[in-house]
């Protein structure tokens, strides 16, 4: 198995107040990702990071910021947490595409996000 | 854009038998991959196969595989002889280029429920 760890695994928290999740990895992969999955709508990307300080947007990354400043680790933010933000949030990793890589993302096991 | 149509929310077979669940995929790349995950109750994403667009054959993992039409831009997931362990839900997703981070794009998922 990946190895790869999300904390907190589960969170309540009120309207207005910051968050941080954090996700780490001992794979030394490249690639990093957050996503949030909700009924209906699957999983979403929201950030992900191609390397040490290389994020970029993902389709619903409004009210959500990430840093990575070491490999291992890449931290999602919710500035200001509001009600929408309510989800299961998973961090994926992969090694990215080549000849024997398929680009296939490991996932930890979700974080459960609940905003008041 | 990318974009993964999974159009069965709900499907149910009896044990034993083999299901289809179907997937379809809109994407303007000559190169991509397709993938399945399972997610059980306990919510953990479980990768089942994978299919590049380039392969000749389609894909199998043990009970799982994939019936990869590409003119069609489908690609079906069969689940042979299922068994109650099967009950979850599946997700298709679709990898996109290297040059934007080799992130996937999922489908809304199809719930799979066995029945003895």
């Known amino acids: 198995d990946a190895g790869i760890t999300q904390s907190p695994r589960h969170k309540v928290t009120e309207t207005g107040t910051p968050v941080t999740l954090r996700c780490h990895q001992t794979?030394?992969?490249?690639?990093m990702y957050w996503y949030r999955q909700d009924p209906g709508h699957g999983l979403r990307l929201i950030h992900y990071s191609y390397g040490v300080k290389d994020t970029d947007k993902g389709e619903v990354s409004d009210g959500y910021s990430v840093s990575r400043s070491k490999t291992e680790d890449f931290l999602l933010t919710l500035e200001s947490a509001t009600s929408s933000q309510t989800s299961v949030y998973f961090c994926?990793?992969?090694?990215?595409?080549?000849?024997?890589?398929?680009?296939?993302?490991?996932f930890g096991e979700g974080s459960r996000l609940t905003v008041l | 854009a990318q974009k993964i149509t999974q159009t069965q929310p709900g499907m149910f077979v009896q044990e034993k038998e083999a299901v289809t669940l179907d997937c379809t995929y809109d994407?303007?790349?000559?190169?991509?991959?397709l993938f399945w995950y399972k997610q059980p109750s306990s919510g953990e994403m479980i990768f089942l196969i994978y299919?590049?667009?380039?392969?000749?054959q389609n894909a199998t993992e043990g009970r799982y595989s994939l019936n990869f039409q590409k003119a069609r831009k489908s690609a079906n997931l069969v689940i042979s002889a299922s068994q109650l362990g099967d009950s979850a839900m599946y997700f298709c997703?679709?990898?996109?280029?290297?040059?934007?981070?080799?992130?996937?794009?999922f489908g809304e998922g199809t719930q799979l429920t066995v029945n003895p």
């Open positions: 299919q590049g667009s380039y392969d000749q």
């Open positions: 994926a990793i992969s090694g990215g595409q080549g000849r024997t890589n398929t680009g296939e993302l490991f």
């Open positions: 994407t303007s790349d000559p190169s991509y991959g």
């Open positions: 997703a679709m990898r996109e280029p290297e040059t934007s981070g080799s992130r996937l794009t």
């Open positions: 794979e030394n992969h490249r690639y």
